[in-house]
């Protein structure tokens, strides 16, 4: 476990500190995985647990303490373990992702002194008499304005997984992280607030995203990008953020630049504007979806339509 955090902060300025962290609020504990000398199979206890006999978890049998070899890793280990909240199946059923999509909005994205957010986590909106729908986390975002009113507030729906489709133990995908029903959900919810942002959040890597899961949520992006002209904005803009966001340990600007290629392109024309989470959705279809910069998509459309409008002109004058 230890290794793996350390990996996953090697570019952090604060790595030498993140374990002991974890440690010290009780995310973690450390404790010894002895081989029980009845069934053979290996089991973590607790520091106080340990004793001159200790009771094997899984065949319920007591053993020895390997005192003639105590350091023998044949025998011992020195492992930590996940507790609490923490130890829930499934990277905490999804929490980690959720934490991590919630922090990326209040620390990695913008400045933080010039914005602020609300959140609920794990909410069942109840949109109708039997109508109920599922949003893994809601925030409320908002840009602060030093010499003017503040910017309107931006409601953004959040669905989030950590690596669900992946069995961590065998490594072997298994299923999309997001499936049909979670990009019906998401609709859903747009539909019924119209102009709120939606979020698919994954603590996967780009490369790992199936190519049904991107055709099924760039239909979406495309459903979103329609502009309501009573709104003055678009449907319902689409973000997409991966484990290069999520695991962004300063600014996204640094952390897409430390990738490269299109990254890079995009964060040296980060334009930090009132609109700016609109913007990051254009720029995470870009580079997740394949999609087209929204200003190329309107302009297309619009030449569709005036091209559709002419021929129209030149049938009735004939």
């Keep these: 476990m230890k290794n793996e955090i350390d990996r996953a902060v090697e570019k952090d300025i604060w790595k030498d500190r993140t374990f002991e962290t974890l440690v010290d609020k009780g995310a973690v504990e450390l404790g010894l995985e002895l081989k029980c000398s009845k069934c053979g199979n290996w089991g ?18 007591k053993f020895k303490f390997p005192h003639l070899e105590p350091s023998s890793s044949q025998k011992s280990r020195w492992a930590y373990r996940l507790v609490g909240p923490f130890a829930l199946p499934d990277f905490a059923r999804g929490g980690y992702a959720a934490s991590l999509t919630i922090r990326f909005f209040a620390r990695i994205f913008g400045r933080q002194r010039e914005t602020e957010i609300t959140w609920s986590a794990g909410q069942i909106l109840q949109l109708g008499p039997r109508d109920k729908v599922e949003a893994d986390l809601i925030l409320w975002h908002q840009r602060k304005s ?21 069995n961590a133990e065998e490594k072997r995908a ?16 747009a539909s019924r607030f119209p102009g709120a942002i939606l979020v698919f959040a994954t603590m996967k890597q780009a490369s790992e995203l199936s190519a049904g899961e991107v055709a099924r949520i760039a239909k ?6 329609t502009y309501i002209r009573e709104r003055r904005q678009t449907r ?32 040296s024309g980060i ?3 009132s609109e700016r989470l609109r913007e990051l ?33 030149a049938v009735v004058a004939t």
């Design 271 to 273: 334009l930090w504007r």
């Design 236 to 267: 319902a803009p689409v973000i997409v953020l991966t484990g290069t966001e999520l695991f962004a340990s300063f600014s996204l600007s640094e952390a897409w630049k430390a990738v490269g290629g299109q990254h890079a392109e995009l964060a």
């Design 146 to 166: 030093m010499l003017a009113l503040d910017y309107q507030t931006e409601l953004i729906f959040g669905e989030a997984k950590s690596f669900r489709g992946e």
């Design 44 to 61: 973590w206890h607790s520091l106080k647990e340990l004793d001159h006999e200790v009771a094997c978890a899984l065949c319920r049998r």
């Design 220 to 225: 979406l992006a495309e459903w979103g990008r």
């Design 174 to 189: 298994i299923a999309d992280a997001f499936e049909q029903e979670d990009v019906d959900r998401m609709k859903r919810l």
């Design 281 to 313: 959705a254009d720029m995470t279809q870009q580079l997740y979806l394949g999609m087209q910069p929204y200003s190329e998509w309107r302009r297309e459309r619009w030449e569709r339509r005036r091209l559709v409008q002419e021929r129209r002109r």
